[in-house]
């Protein structure tokens, strides 16, 4: 069975920092695809960053670009998401995602919140 756990969201103000953390069980990150999408009220969820395995290639959407960091940890199979100078366009829910076979699972998401 398949568990993502975010973990690390909450409310920072404009140009402050957060790091996101995504605990797995069932999927291992150093094998298979994972990634950050978020979600804002009232639009679609988005591809924030990607991670592939083995290769560590990375992608970023346009808007968090030079600002974001995608990573990972083997021996805690866990996934971050490190965000820096965040804006308060970042401020959406959080969602940590794995694809494991035809299947794409996803944790419970975590919300950030950026204003002053």
């Known amino acids: 069975q398949v568990q993502l756990v975010e973990s690390g969201g909450g409310l920072v103000q404009p140009g402050g920092s957060l790091r996101l953390s995504c605990a797995a069980s069932g999927i291992t990150f150093s094998f298979h695809p994972m990634g950050w999408y978020r979600q804002a009220p009232g639009k679609q969820r988005d591809m924030v960053a990607i991670?592939?395995?083995?290769?560590?290639?990375?992608t970023y959407a346009d808007s968090v670009k030079g600002r974001f960091t995608i990573s990972g940890d083997n021996l805690k199979n866990t996934l971050y998401l490190e965000m820096n100078s965040l804006k308060p366009e970042d401020t959406a829910v959080y969602y940590c995602?794995?694809?494991?076979?035809?299947?794409?699972?996803w944790g419970q998401g975590t919300q950030v919140t950026v204003s002053s």
């Open positions: 995602a794995g694809v494991l076979g035809p299947t794409v699972y």
């Open positions: 991670i592939t395995p083995r290769s560590s290639d990375t």
